[in-house]
Nanobody
Framework: QVQLVESGGGLVQAGGSLRLSCAAS????????MGWYRQAPGQQRELVAG???????KYGDSVKGRFTISRDNELNTVYLQMNSLKPEDTADYYC?????????????????WGKGTLVTVSS
């Protein structure tokens, strides 16, 4: 099927930046949408950003204007550039992929998931 491997998480101070990467392998021809969800301790999973193979994007309200999603189809990799990070951005960030381009708010319906990468923003 499809395997997703995230990288780039870490510890950063408020106002700083991080860039996450998600590399897809396997039967990647079967997917169109790739994106990111996050989940903080004790909170529900939420949409961060999604992108189609053609470059159409969606963003969660809490990250609009600060985060940018991009995709390199040749490398089968999706990126999340996170700027102006806030402590409330602290969460496990999960890469997800879907056959079409349907990114639900909770992530329900996603076809594939990575194991996640931790982003911690200190104040």
């Amino acid at each position: 099927q499809v395997q997703l491997v995230e990288s780039g998480g870490g510890l950063v101070q408020a106002g700083g930046s991080l860039r996450l990467s998600c590399a897809a392998s396997g039967r990647i021809f079967s997917i169109n949408g790739m994106g990111w969800y996050r989940q903080a301790p004790g909170q529900q999973r939420e949409l961060v950003a999604g992108i189609s193979r053609g470059g159409a994007t969606k963003y969660g309200d809490s990250v609009k204007g600060r985060f940018t999603i991009s995709r390199d189809n040749e490398l089968n990799t999706v990126y999340l550039q996170m700027n102006s990070l806030k402590p409330e951005d602290t969460a496990d960030y999960y890469c997800a992929a879907v056959w079409d381009y349907t990114f639900t708010e909770s992530g329900n319906g996603m076809d594939y998931w990575g194991k996640g990468t931790l982003v911690t923003v200190s104040s």
